[in-house]
């Protein structure tokens, strides 16, 4: 029941985002203090901050702190990652590290040029407070400060609820592509915020070796994306829902396992969101070649690039897979329950059957059959879902960091 109903308040926008005004107000004593703090210290310091989730460096704002470091070292940064995070020792050998939500972090956001984010909360020392409750009640305070959305893929659905500027107050967010660029533009942002620059993790993605199929690799990645509704569930309902069910017979199925011996392929079971990684122990493989894989201890930015085949079924994960000109199936079992509890398509923009980078199916037996279709053209990706990779990312090289920051540069020396 409390699952039930912490559930419905994650869904509820408009009580969730008071409660989250509501939080925010509970730390202006430490805000003030902060503050206070900051200005004693004197120099601002024209930082840039830059985190993901606090609890890892895996994606397009790790990628950004390094461009940055590495081209820019005039340019003063800090990461946000808690010092017991895997990648800590790796980030500070980059360049300062912050632990998330010290009173040092609450003194750096005073000192900042920009927040620099692929999620809109962990770049601020405020347990559960997005950037719009910030700028709401403490934007008085850093009248300049300004805050850039990284994001963590590239949009596939209308998100305009959730996304939209009266809502989320972003002073930048960036697009990867032309159609993606259009479509966020509708959803209320000035003139200007929303930037069409391409996700700084697509600079290595872009540079990896693209051959048809290198050597060392017969690897299909499985990455199933999240339910919303099973959020806040006892493992009891998790265990029984289709969504496990389906998932873990698939990882089970004898044709599936057939395949993979007689090619000797591996398949690597790796969901990427971590609400589903909690539960990556209830799942098995009925093979040596069935591997359940933990984003905590592998980097999926590697596990892609090493992979030969993606079977996902709405991740966005398979565009930086169809941007390296792989192979994708969708394999989309629950279509009517996902579209019940989560995003919707924006027709006039993306749908997987219609723009997407493979074909999309809705049961395991064509499953297998589109899995052989592959392994018989040896992993190359056809050609008229190339046509479409082509089509769809205008922009493919490896200059996406190098874009954002010539934007921030300018908006800084205005």
């Not at 927040?115 to 709401?136: A, G, Q």
């Not at 959305?149 to 959730?162: M, P, S, T």
């Not at 493992?235 to 496990?244: G, P, Q, R, V």
């Not at 000797?264 to 790796?270: C, K, Q, T, V």
């Amino acid at each position: 029941m409390i699952g039930k109903i912490i559930y419905t308040l994650k869904r509820n926008t408009a009580v969730k985002d008071k409660l989250k005004l509501l939080i925010a107000l509970l730390y202006f004593p430490v805000m003030l203090s902060a503050y206070i703090f900051s200005k004693i210290k004197g120099n601002k310091g024209n930082l840039w901050l830059i985190s993901e989730m606090g609890i890892d460096a895996k994606d397009n704002g790790r990628d950004f702190f390094e461009y940055i470091r590495i081209n820019h070292p005039e340019i003063q940064t800090a990461f946000i990652l808690k010092k017991t995070a895997l990648e800590y020792k790796n980030i500070s050998s980059i360049g300062p590290v912050i632990e998330p939500g010290s009173f040092e972090h609450f003194v750096a956001v005073f000192r900042s040029d920009f927040l620099i984010s692929t999620h809109d909360h962990y770049v601020l020392p405020m347990k559960w407070v997005n950037w719009r409750e910030f700028k709401e009640l403490y934007g008085w305070m850093v009248p300049d400060l300004k805050f850039v959305f990284l994001q963590h893929g590239v949009e596939q659905w209308n998100a305009e609820k959730n996304s939209n500027y009266n809502r989320t107050k972003f002073d930048y967010f960036v697009t990867s592509t032309q159609s993606e660029f259009e479509e966020v533009s509708k959803y209320g942002y000035p003139f200007g915020n929303v930037v069409k620059t391409g996700l700084p993790r697509f600079d290595k993605l872009n540079s990896v070796d693209n051959k048809l199929l290198r050597n060392r690799e017969r690897i299909i990645l499985f990455s199933p994306t999240w339910r919303q509704y099973l959020a806040n569930v006892s493992d009891k309902e998790f265990l029984s829902s289709n969504y496990f069910k389906t998932i873990n017979s698939t990882l089970n199925n004898e044709k599936v396992l057939g395949l993979l011996d007689k090619y000797s392929i591996d398949l690597l079971f790796m969901p990427p969101h971590h609400e589903i990684q909690k539960y990556l122990h209830d799942f098995s493989g009925g093979s040596d070649h069935v591997k359940l894989i933990s984003i905590d201890d592998h980097s999926l930015k590697e596990v892609l690039k090493d992979s030969s085949l993606i079977v996902t079924d709405y991740s966005s994960i398979s565009m930086d897979f169809a941007y390296m000109n792989r192979p994708v199936i969708y394999f989309q079992f629950d279509q009517d329950e996902f579209s019940k509890g989560h995003y919707q398509y924006s027709d006039d923009y993306f749908t997987h059957e219609r723009d997407g980078f493979g074909p999309v199916v809705t049961n395991i037996e064509n499953l297998v059959a589109h899995i052989s279709k592959v392994i018989e053209r040896n992993f190359v990706m056809s050609d008229y879902y190339i046509d479409r990779v082509q089509h769809f990312f205008d922009l493919r090289d490896n200059d996406n960091s190098q874009r954002l920051y010539n934007i921030l540069i300018g908006e800084r020396h205005d």
